[in-house]
């Protein structure tokens, strides 16, 4: 047996509801290494162990309740990016447009408000870029020759 405080180990009488487990503290444990070997808060640990009365001295033999691990909370919903309306300002003028899977060029047809057109050569049907995909606008000073 290990030596702990006061000659016994301190064991909860029961742990609260929702705990994974019981730990016992092995010479070199703290409060903060356990809460991190076992993936909860050191607030949640301490929290659910009211028989430790100090967190900063736990002694070998000591035996903890562990509280189940709280999963981290969801990624933000991704609300449509709209498109700047800065755009509106090349309208029938040739831009090239950098997304992440490349560039596509064409004369500006169309800004709506989460999506530009482009269209390709005069008959060319119109590209449509969501603006959520686009990374970068550029008006070259001298587009393309009209044939």
């Known amino acids: ?9 301190r064991v909860p009488s029961h742990c609260p509801p929702g705990f994974s487990g019981r730990y016992t503290v092995v010479p ?3 409060m903060f290494f356990v809460a991190q070997r076992f993936g909860v808060s050191l ?3 301490i929290a659910a162990n009211p028989h430790i009365t100090n967190p900063s001295l736990i002694f070998p033999g000591d035996v903890l309740c562990v509280p189940a691990p709280v999963p981290p909370p969801p990624p933000p919903k991704k609300e449509p990016c709209p498109c700047p309306a800065t755009l509106r300002d090349f309208v029938n003028r040739f831009v090239e447009v950098t997304t992440s899977c490349g560039t596509v060029s064409g004369k500006l047809v169309f800004v709506g408000d989460s999506s530009i057109a482009l269209q390709q050569g ?8 969501s603006c959520s995909e686009i990374c970068f606008v550029r008006v070259p000073r001298y587009g393309p020759r009209e044939e």
Request: proline share 13%; hydrophobic share 35%; net charge negative.
């Open 28 to 30: 070199g444990d703290t």
């Open 43 to 45: 607030d949640a640990l």
């Open 122 to 129: 005069k008959s060319g049907n119109p590209i449509v870029v």
């Open 1 to 9: 047996m290990f030596p702990s405080h006061q000659g016994f180990p």
